[in-house]
Nanobody
Framework: QVQLVESGGGLVEPGGSLRLSCAASGRISSINAMGWYRRAPGKERELVATISNEGYTNYANSVKGRFTISRDNAKGTEYLQMSSLRSEDTAVYYC?????????WGKGTLVTVSS
């Protein structure tokens, strides 16, 4: 059906920026909304941001004004531009896609914010 692969994670200093990508393959025409979630060490997975097919976005309060979600529907790719990163942003970041066949998840990419 649909497969998702994240990339772009890594080590960044506090205050720095990082851009995550999520590439979809398979039946990308079936994808509706897409999103980013994260799981910090010792915590439950939480919503970071979502974006609809039409481009409507929603953000967690903790990332508003610092993170920007976007997508390229033709390529089946979504992005998460992260700026002013903090140590508490350290987590494994997962992208997901909502399809008529269910929600699809990537395997995640690790973001570490540390000096």
């Amino acid at each position: 059906q649909v497969q998702l692969v994240e990339s772009g994670g890594g080590l960044v200093e506090p205050g720095g920026s990082l851009r995550l990508s999520c590439a979809a393959s398979g039946r990308i025409s079936s994808i509706n909304a897409m999103g980013w979630y994260r799981r910090a060490p010792g915590k439950e997975r939480e919503l970071v941001a979502t974006i609809s097919n039409e481009g409507y976005t929603n953000y967690a309060n903790s990332v508003k004004g610092r993170f920007t979600i976007s997508r390229d529907n033709a390529k089946g790719t979504e992005y998460l531009q992260m700026s002013s990163l903090r140590s508490e942003d350290t987590a494994v970041y997962y992208c997901n896609a909502y399809t008529p066949f269910g929600t699809v998840w990537g395997k995640g990419t690790l973001v570490t914010v540390s000096s």
